[in-house]
């Protein structure tokens, strides 16, 4: 056997002659606007800590706190002895939050994202997913076993006319705000389409949670709709809580469910408990503090007036997430550094994170942001992108 059996290097060779290598940066501050990134301080324009949560005093004394009570470690699954009173008291916290009779805690957002799809359907059901979902979402489509098709980016017409299938179960699956793009999806279309062709919608609302709506309950407080008329909601805890973990959220049949059948829930240790204390914390500061979301909208709104100022192609996004399409993987991550250099982080998205030749910086803002970084931003951008 040799050693290049599995040809690891000369595939390894081939990511980076496409431009498509990865690699990690070191960080060794907390997670906020300023970071300090393989020992240099930037301005952090690449996180998905919306609200600036991950590390506020409030929700690291909670998590402290916890960790004092339980220890670190839950020592099992949530079904065997892992399921702390900080879990059940945070699920009823989400479930109030969401409007909805139920929220049950997954570990991560990809795992809850395999868990609701394959515990839901299967061989003979029915999937449409939005062109742009998150990989999660594709992923717990194929372990399902169902099958699926893909209508173009929020084209109503187009998946109206993939759903045809009359047998099994038929589920719409969508990003609520669409994670490299920062649309929404057109959920009051998709829910009454799913309506009139008897099928149920399921919502990631990853990037919607806390950012979205009048206390921050996400893309369907911000269209209000109902449980009923969108049946599955994810959320996860990591962006917009500032935490760690996932939730759905449902009707109290959905919910058990799950518990039954979601193997990505059974078979798994529970998340910490003073992860769940620190989250019901953030919960608390996200619903209160307004003035996050309302800074955030602002922010956002100068980055879009200076933006068009500068004659820079922006997406119709209203939302934290902000890209610019450069196109080509190669000059997306020449901007990138370039950027870097200045002393701004942000990221460079290449495919298959997002289509092919649509490679693209990826700027996201927080609650945390002055005004001031906005605009140091914009000069920079106007820098590299002159070149
Ligand atoms: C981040 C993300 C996930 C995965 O959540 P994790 O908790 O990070 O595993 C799922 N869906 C979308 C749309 C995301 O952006």
Redesign the pocket.
Known sequence: MTEDYFHLASDLEQIKQQNLYRSRRLVSSPQGVVIEVDGQQVINFSS?DYLGLANHPNVIQSFQQAANQYGVGSGSAHLICGHSQSHHALEQELAEFTGRDRALLFS????A?LGVISALMGRGDHLYHDRLN?A??LDGGLLSGARFKRYKHNDIADLQQKITEKEGRALIVT?GVF?MDGDLAVLPELATLANDKNAWVMV?D??GLGVLGETGAGVLQYYGLTQQQVPVLMG????GFGTF??FVAGSDDLIETLIQKAKTYVFTTALPAAIAEATRTSLKLLITENWRRDKLRQLVLRFKTGADQLGLQLMPSESAIQPIIIGDSKKTVEISEALLNKGFLVSAIRPPTVPKAEARLRITFSANHKEQHVDQLLDALAGVLDD
């Open positions: 998905n991560t957002g990809y795992m994202n998150h999660s979402l990003d994670s990631d990853a990037h996860t805890l990591g962006k973990g996932a």
